[in-house]
């Protein structure tokens, strides 16, 4: 959220109401007597070091003459609509216009200069930059603090919703921007849909069973211990070559495999993409990051059963390579077992 919004939800929101709450409720504060400090001061702002909004009220109730004990109520606000609470005990005295501020802080207590006035705190100390800092507390009704907090928790839901909002667009546009990445790789890879590298792969492992097997009947024919034995050698290479294609065919099945979860993915992701209409057009009021996803689905979804027909007949082709090969394995097991 820009710092110009950020200051419209202050201005607008919480710290209005602790100049205006009596636009909401008329009842007028309890004017202060020059005796009796008592009473509830409230102020607030935003601290530019945090970035937060900030709410105080000062609760005092007079003790003795020129002397007084309360809290000081603090309730913060952040951009993304954290807020947090907290309660300081605090005493002090006074005398005439001249205010001393105890505050405790639990493992001490910090001392503050104050002027009061009528119906006004207004609290002076040196900031930890160096520079004299001021807060203003103004006198207010119970019901007017009320609904500067009420004012203060309304700022915080919208907050919320804005931060809500803001990190589900984030997502949404990681996620569109990630499923287009996907597309256009898988797009691109579509000159090479063919079935030439397998139908090469299989020529070449036939190629190969076909000639161990005329190798194998012609040092047969000769009926000779030692071509016998050269024939046995030729089979247990057929053997092993059937064990390389198997690895073969099982990393191209992998890779098949793969290329179908691919897919399956993209369709999911299409189907329930906030981007987009069931035709591919561009949903209404859809995300600037939801632009170049259209023509890309329309792409994918044009080739999508040409895609899914090359992953069947590749998964054909292995298993008819594997099984046109072991055929050749047998009949040459068949052939050298039989001498």
């Known amino acids: ?10 201005g607008c929101g919480v710290l209005a109401a602790c100049s205006h709450a009596g636009a909401a409720n008329t009842e007028a ?30 609760r005092l109730t007079q003790s003795a003459p020129g ?15 954290k807020d947090t609470a907290s309660t300081q005990n605090v005493s002090g005295s006074y005398d005439g216009s001249h205010v001393t501020i105890v505050l405790d ?57 804005e931060h809500n909002a803001a990190e589900q667009g984030a997502a949404e546009d990681k996620a569109t921007g990630e499923l ?26 036939l190629a190969f069973g076909d000639a161990g097997l005329t190798k194998i009947n012609r040092l047969l024919a000769q009926h000779q211990g030692p071509s016998d034995a050269v024939a046995g050698e030729v089979d247990a290479t057929l053997n092993q070559g059937q064990f390389s294609l198997g690895q073969t065919m099982d990393a191209t099945d992998s890779t098949i495999a793969s290329g179908r979860r691919r897919m399956a993915g993209l369709d ?10 069931p035709d591919d057009s561009l949903r209404p009021g859809a995300r600037p990051s939801c632009a170049p ?34 055929a050749k ?3 040459a097991d068949s052939l050298t077992q039989s001498r």
């Open 1 to 10: 959220m820009d710092m110009r919004h950020w200051i419209m939800i202050v």
């Open 29 to 58: 504060p309890p004017a202060a007597s020059p005796q009796s400090i008592s009473g509830t001061y409230v102020g607030g702002g935003h601290d530019p070091a945090t970035d937060q909004v900030f709410i105080q009220a000062l």
């Open 67 to 81: 002397q007084f004990t309360g809290t000081l109520e603090t309730n913060m606000l952040n951009q993304a609509g």
């Open 105 to 161: 802080s639990g493992l001490g207590h910090t001392n503050r200069n104050a002027t009061w006035t009528a119906g006004t705190i207004t609290m002076t100390w040196m900031g930890d930059n160096g520079q004299l800092d001021t807060e203003r507390f103004e006198s207010k009704t119970d019901a007017q603090y009320a609904a500067i907090l009420q004012a203060m928790g309304t700022a915080r839901q919208q907050l919320v919703a």
């Open 180 to 205: 287009v990445a996907s597309l256009q790789r898988f797009l691109s890879k579509e000159a090479t849909w063919t079935a030439a590298p397998l139908e090469k792969e299989r020529s070449k492992a």
């Open 268 to 277: 999911q992701a299409l189907a329930t993409s906030p981007c987009l209409m």
């Open 293 to 326: 996803l259209p023509a890309l689905a329309q792409r994918y979804h044009a080739v999508h059963a040409q895609a899914i027909a090359m992953l069947d007949e590749g998964n054909r082709l292995t298993a008819q390579t594997r099984a046109d090969y072991a």
């Open 329 to 331: 394995v047998k009949e």
